[in-house]
């Protein structure tokens, strides 16, 4: 049962450039989480957002939440080559997260 | 450095070879999924565990069985390995309760091809 859907599916920016992935939903959750994937690697957690928050930030990265209109949002400023990769959202609240299938992150140098 | 290992990156199996997939957290996490990742489906869930000797399917565990003898180790058996099971294979742990509620630990992943 795919839950998330991301937008765009692939995505391609200059170095110094913001990034920004969205995500909708269709059910209710209790929080929404974001994962990066190398290529050819396991999933590594970025940051989580619980349904009454509204924005959070780490480091670069900037995750704002609308649950009225079931979609998420993350911003990736100065985008660096590094930052290539796929990017996942999963919501949580049912009996285990439910991940879309992703946009791929393209930083060219 | 916490971790989730799987044993194998890379792994060639034929078909109707009964394959163990080994997945170990040093975390003492609750929690351990099996996830596989295929191009254009994202990850589905096939099978997770809350506790030791407990189970529950996910959204395809068909062709797949689990075991979780001791809360560090959960393994995913392909009971008689086909070709539509050729994919990426994801560990992952949560602390309790695991409910989607914390952020996952994933391995490496695993890349089996049946051939």
């Known amino acids: 049962s795919q839950q998330g859907e991301e937008d765009p599916q692939a995505l391609s920016i200059q170095e110094g450039e913001n990034a920004t992935m969205n995500c909708s939903y269709k059910?209710?959750?209790?929080?929404l989480q974001w994962y990066r994937q190398n290529s050819g690697r396991g999933l590594v957690h970025l940051i989580l957002?619980?349904?009454?928050?509204r924005e959070k930030h780490s480091g670069r990265l900037r995750v704002t939440l609308d649950t009225s209109k079931k979609s998420s949002s993350l911003l990736i400023t100065a985008s660096r080559a590094a930052d290539t990769a796929s990017y996942f959202c999963?919501?949580?609240?049912?009996?285990?997260?439910?991940f879309g299938k992703g946009t791929t992150l393209s930083v060219s140098s | 450095d916490v971790k989730v290992t799987q044993s194998s990156r890379y792994l060639v199996k034929r078909t109707g070879e009964k394959v163990f997939l080994e997945c170990v957290q040093d975390m003492d996490h609750e929690n351990m999924f099996w996830y596989r990742q295929d191009p254009g489906l994202g990850l589905r869930l096939i099978y997770f565990s809350y506790d030791v000797k407990m189970k529950e399917k996910g959204d395809i565990p068909e062709g797949y069985s689990v075991s979780r003898e001791k809360k560090e180790r959960f393994s995913l058996i392909l009971e008689s390995a086909s070709t539509n099971q050729t994919s990426m294979y994801l560990c992952?742990?949560?602390?309790?309760?695991?409910?989607?509620?914390?952020?996952?630990?994933f391995g490496s992943g695993t890349r089996l091809t049946v051939v």
């Open positions: 999963a919501t949580g609240g049912g009996t285990a997260l439910i």
């Open positions: 059910t209710s959750i209790n929080n």
């Open positions: 992952a742990s949560t602390p309790a309760p695991g409910q989607g509620i914390y952020g996952y630990t």
């Open positions: 957002i619980r349904s009454n928050e």
